[in-house]
């Protein structure tokens, strides 16, 4: 895949993303931060799905959260959230599929005693939505 696989589109549609854990609180903050990252970086303008050129779709397909590090005393310091999704871009119109990711997965790290969960999810999804926004734009 490389930028000039995007052809002639110039819009996408980001639908709400599927949530296929029993983790609440996922999709509603990727769906919002991938539609501000693309608007952000402006390459392709974020429409309603009936006018997009394309459209991005997703799901979370699993969440995990594990201890990260401990302390000397063997108590967790830092705990890491990993999301995994299932994601793709595909040509409204023809139905063709410009990339998928299947198990796309990235992490965020929190500091268990000053920090909570949110803030970890909050890290994965952020490095997520600049992983997507990356492939989709800048072909990596």
Known sequence: FSPSALGNVKTLAIPLFNNETTEGGLREPL?????QAFVSDNTLKVVREQQADA?????VVSYARDPYSY??????????CRIALNVEFANRKTGKVIWEDKGLTNFG???A???TEDIGKARAIEKLVQ???NKTVKGW
């Open 31 to 35: 769906t919002a931060g991938l539609a």
């Open 55 to 59: 459209i991005l779709r997703g799901a």
């Open 71 to 80: 302390t000397q005393a063997e108590e967790v310091k830092e705990y890491v």
């Open 109 to 111: 790290t929190y500091d």
């Open 113 to 115: 005693v000053s920090e």
């Open 131 to 133: 992983d997507i926004l």
